[in-house]
């Protein structure tokens, strides 16, 4: 069962970064996807094209739209995106895009796959150095999460194993290990090619908002340039 694990894949930098470590770890993955009413689509359409990149076994999309509901602007229409210069403008506060209980529900579903699937392992792309701002990003609550997962599932806390590779790292950090993970540059462009992280669902990036600013940054910082960048307007 080692061999196996079930990939949490939104089509963002961090989600597909933690599935090129997942591909070094196990034999067979097996991904999903959410559609929970978010505004844009785009990122749906990234996990589909990475999953083939990646050659996972199996990949579902599960469509829970309208059960989530939030004054975030990744799902509330009426409110507007927040954007920013660079990071020192982003607060250590809730980031205005989190939406509360999407985690706890995201990962329920997962384990719910993972058991199908004969995965003890479920691999999540979240990360604490996000400049905070979401609480269900931190390890407190994924060593939680596995607890409670567990016990429910099996009456045992550490049933299903929920791995978070990147949850201590910096962006700078994340994509140096991303292009250690791919057999070369060519192929790292082609994956991260693939990749949308923008809130703005903007292809290439909007390069203002909370996801496109901290992407930035750690492609800045380690002096690689973003194969996204090539179609930012
Ligand atoms: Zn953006």
Known sequence: MKNKGLVVLSGGQDSTTTALIARKECKELYGITFDYGQKHKIEIKAAVKISKLLNFKTHEIIKIPNILKSSSPLINKKNKLE???????????????FIPSR???????????AIFHSCRIIYAGVCEEDY???PDCRKVFIDSMENSLGLGISGSKKFIKIKTPLMKLT?????KIAVKK???MKEFNKIFKETHTCYDGIKGGCGKCHACVLRDRGF????ISDPIWQFRK
């Open 83 to 97: 954007k920013y210069n660079s990071s020192k403008e982003i607060s250590r506060g809730i980031e205005p895009t």
């Open 182 to 184: 791919c057999k070369n």
């Open 171 to 175: 962006k700078k950090e994340s994509v």
């Open 103 to 113: 985690n706890i529900l995201f990962l329920t579903i997962a384990s719910n796959r």
């Open 132 to 134: 905070g701002g979401y």
């Open 220 to 223: 800045n910082e380690i002096g």
